[in-house]
């Protein structure tokens, strides 16, 4: 037995027989065209036919997958016909006047890297979107085949199958018999991977990030994933595969017994009732949030309708994505996020310029301060959806009291403005701040008194606590999301929020942390915010925690925050 190390990326435990993944290669030649109008219209062809398939791959996937997976083929449609990318390729194809597949693969792979090089982990895995399309747009040039292939017996030995690849498309993943795949093994790929993501919607266990330990993989080869903890073990003896397989049992009990939480309250085992609400990126997501009972949307990430695209989303288009959340929600709160764009996540619309330190550069509120035009978009979109259901908004990046006051002062002129344009918009709209710095909770018992909520960004309280570069794959080993620098911040913004009279969410990776449940329950958190595919494990954990009197975590004894 051999043991391989990844990282895991949808987490359970499957035992199959491996099948490497076949792609027929695309050989690309360097070619000089006499017509380029000619080659420019095959190209045009090419991109027709491509927009057409995905737009079906896009229907199909809604029916097999549901939203989740139908939005990657609408991203893919979307970026296919991207102005900047087909301008790319008319340039070399007109210009240089090379053949079309040259000027794809020219275009793609200028796009691909530029993705690449971003620092949020998120748009860099878009670059395998972008090589995807390319592909795609290649093979009906050619007129090849765009199915990857399974190797060996695809019926396998009658226990599944286990794929394994150096990486796998969007395409490649839905498109494989879901009902012989067990288990996904890559060599590259992320926690923002189509694998993953897919994986995740699929409900299958995958690791990722195997590295040339790939290689040591045969196909046919007998194979148990532990995607909890990232390891894969080669023709595993019986000692592990009878573990895996109690692992597998309790793991499939354990998520029939989660159903009965669906339309249950958040209350723990001795009464304190708790909010478990949804974080959501896009429109669409809420859908997710309410199939698992989601108590609201604690937050709604704004800046992914900036994200991605050459423009910026107007007042109108803003004001109907908030309208739809608000709607399907039903009167559940739903809490959107101002603009949080810099740092690691970049919008072509504004065009910021380039940063040495772009975590402490231009972005959040100071770019919202510094373009009070953007910031009054969106304020007036926000209010002018309140009337459609229970609104709240947060302003992220707060540092200071001065902040505060100027963000209100421009929501209240996006009030006036739509006063005088005789538009409705509801009179109580509830304003919080997130507590994301080690600025923000240490003055949290002055700025309470100024908003109606906290909601605490563990993800970047924890990047500025400790000085460390949370996108760094090379700092994993020193991020220490339990340090007890961040506990006592937590603590302190909590008390004070408390004091003021109003509540206090987490809405980071901490909220969904199994071991932090109750220590954040204990500190007096009112409302976690995960992501929806952990809501029914959130609620199971709250349900089952017992608090009693109001304790102190026990390393908060002796503390100056205390």
Not at 333 to 352: E, F, M, N, P, Y
Not at 476 to 501: K, N, P, W, Y
């Amino acid at each position: 037995m051999r043991i391989i190390h990844g990282k895991g990326v949808s987490g359970g435990v499957a035992i199959g027989e491996a099948r490497l993944l076949k792609k027929e290669h695309i050989c690309v030649e360097d070619r000089a065209v006499d017509d380029p109008d000619a080659e420019w219209s095959r190209y045009e062809e090419a991109l027709a036919r491509t927009v057409t398939e995905l737009e079906q791959l896009s229907a199909w996937s809604m029916g097999e997958l549901g939203q989740g997976g139908a939005q990657l083929f609408e991203v893919h449609a979307m970026m296919a016909r991207d102005e900047d990318f087909n301008e790319a390729v008319r340039s070399v194809i007109l210009t240089r006047r090379k053949n079309a597949e040259y000027a794809v693969n020219e275009a793609a792979g200028q796009i691909a890297s530029v993705f690449a090089s971003m620092e949020d982990a998120y748009m860099r895995e878009r670059a395998t979107d972008m090589r995807d399309i390319a592909e795609r747009i290649l093979r009906h040039l050619v007129g090849g085949s765009e199915r990857a292939t399974v190797s060996a017996d695809e019926h396998g030995g009658g226990m599944g199958d286990i794929l394994c690849a150096y990486d796998l498309t969007p395409s490649e993943t839905v498109q494989l018999d879901r009902s012989r795949v067990r288990a996904f093994v890559t060599g590259g790929g992320a926690t923002n991977s189509h694998t993953a993501i897919l994986s995740r919607t699929m409900g299958l266990p995958a690791v990722v990030r195997v590295g040339e330990a790939l290689e040591h993989i045969r196909d046919g080869m007998l194979l148990a994933v532990d995607a909890d903890e990232g390891l894969i073990y080669l023709e595993p003896d019986e000692a592990t595969l009878d573990r895996l397989r109690g692992r597998m049992e309790d793991g499939a009990r354990a998520r029939a017994a989660l159903g009965q939480y669906r339309d249950r309250e958040s209350r723990t085992a001795d009464g304190r009732l708790i909010e478990v609400c949804a974080n959501i990126g896009r429109v669409e997501d809420v859908r997710e949030a309410r199939a698992v009972g989601a108590e609201g949307i604690g937050l709604f990430r704004s800046e992914f309708l900036y994200m991605g695209r050459n423009d910026l989303p107007d007042e109108e288009e803003q004001f109907a994505a908030y309208r739809q959340v608000l709607t399907e929600m039903a009167g559940r709160r739903v809490v959107v996020r101002t603009l949080d764009i810099g740092a690691d996540k970049q919008a072509a619309g504004l065009s910021l310029p380039p940063e040495d330190n772009p975590a402490l550069g231009l972005r959040a509120i100071r770019i919202s301060l510094s373009r009070p035009d953007l910031f009054l978009t969106q304020a007036r979109a926000l209010l002018r959806a309140s009337c459609y259901g229970r609104l709240a908004v947060m302003f992220p990046l707060v540092v200071s009291e001065r902040e505060v006051v100027e963000l209100r002062a421009l929501w209240e002129q996006a009030a006036d403005e739509l006063r005088e344009r005789g538009i409705p918009f509801a009179k109580e709209v509830e304003i919080g701040i997130m507590i994301e710095t080690p600025a923000a909770a240490l003055i949290s018992d002055r700025l309470a008194s100024m908003v109606d909520f906290f909601s605490i960004g563990t993800n970047d309280l924890t990047q500025y606590t400790l000085a460390l570069d949370r996108q760094n794959a090379a700092l994993d080993r020193f991020c220490d999301t339990h340090h007890e620098a961040i506990l006592r911040l937590i603590r302190f913004a909590v008390d004070s929020a408390h004091r003021a009279g109003i509540w206090v969410g987490v809405c980071g990776e901490l909220a969904a942390d199994p071991t932090m449940t109750e220590a954040l329950l204990r500190m007096g958190v009112d409302e976690l915010s995960v992501a929806p595919s952990a809501v029914l494990s959130v609620r199971e954990r709250v349900c089952r925690t017992h608090l009693g009197e109001r304790a102190p975590v026990q390393m908060m004894k002796g503390s100056v925050l205390e």
